[in-house]
């Protein structure tokens, strides 16, 4: 068996990759990229295996969530805040129904490529390219723009950055404190007896956050910020094996485009390339 490496994927059937008509382009952003800060860190990585192993154990529970496909034009202030405060209800509620704590994970930062059944689909009677995402063509059903272009993905590793920098602020900022639940309300909530309902858990947390406060027992960091973790599918081999480092002080490689990575059902094969990477 030949050794692994972060390349070595490269001798294995690598399937859902794009085609590009430049080589020597890509070969260029795969260097800026692999020459870029990292978007997490490792002992992020670490601590979430942590909270998946305590999930696993039956000790914690695991909510995952967000986009099919991120878009590049959703990496805005708007749009980041509504998907976390989303995801914040979800899991204060499970916390509060199952009285376990909760692993957050967002597929957000990052899950800018998508796999596709055809290479190719037929629009007002031409075939042209499928779209696969922000990372490497252009939604539009226009046969040039669905050429794939190495430089998404330079702007794919941006709008991540950017995003995660975002979420970052927002959490580390008091976004997340759970004196202030109410902060995150949203118009999710149309239906009267639901929202009376969520009101209704607000209520009694804030109560129980009053007593907490009142017994000076609230000064703990936990009720005021929360673990926050980030995915995407590992679809893009190129782009992910050049933000893969060795941490020198664990001797391991990491994946530090996520905190997170997947391979899905259509790049599983056991002898493939993205099960090798």
């Known amino acids: 068996m030949n050794p692994w490496s972060i390349d070595s994927w490269q001798n294995h059937v690598a399937r859902q990759q794009p085609q590009y008509s430049d080589k020597a382009k890509l070969d260029e952003v ?3 990229l692999h020459q870029a800060p990292p978007l997490v860190f490792s002992g992020e990585i670490e601590r979430l295996k942590q909270r998946l192993a305590a999930a696993a154990a039956g000790q914690a529970f695991i909510l995952h969530g967000g986009d099919c496909a991120e878009r590049f034009e959703d990496c805005n202030a708007d749009a980041i805040t ?12 499970l916390t509060y129904g199952t009285r376990m704590p909760v692993v957050r994970i967002g597929r957000i930062a990052g899950q800018y490529a998508k796999p596709r059944s055809k290479d190719t689909e037929v629009v007002n009677g031409q075939e042209i390219l499928s779209f696969r995402g922000d ?26 950055t950017a995003t995660l920098n975002f979420i970052r602020s927002l959490i ?18 149309a239906h009267r007896e639901v929202s ?6 607000i ?19 936990r009720l005021r910020t929360v673990d926050f973790f980030t995915s995407h599918e590992g679809l893009l081999l190129g782009y992910e094996s050049a933000l893969t ?11 530090l485009s996520a905190h997170m990575v997947w391979i899905g059902d259509r790049t599983r094969g056991i002898d493939e390339a993205h099960v090798e990477f």
């Open 30 to 32: 795969i260097e800026l």
């Open 82 to 93: 509504s998907k976390l405060k989303i995801l914040l209800q979800m899991s204060l509620i």
């Open 135 to 160: 990372n490497v063509n252009f939604f539009q059903a226009d046969a040039k723009l669905r050429e794939p272009d190495p430089y998404r993905l330079l702007q794919g590793y941006y709008s991540s």
């Open 172 to 189: 580390n900022g008091g976004f997340a404190d759970l004196h202030n639940p109410e902060h995150w309300n949203l118009t999710l909530f």
């Open 196 to 201: 009376d309902l969520y009101k209704d858990v």
């Open 203 to 221: 209520d009694q947390i804030k109560d129980a956050m009053s007593f907490v406060s009142s017994i000076g027992a609230d000064k703990d960091h």
């Open 245 to 255: 480092r060795k941490v020198p002080v664990r001797e391991k490689f990491y994946d």
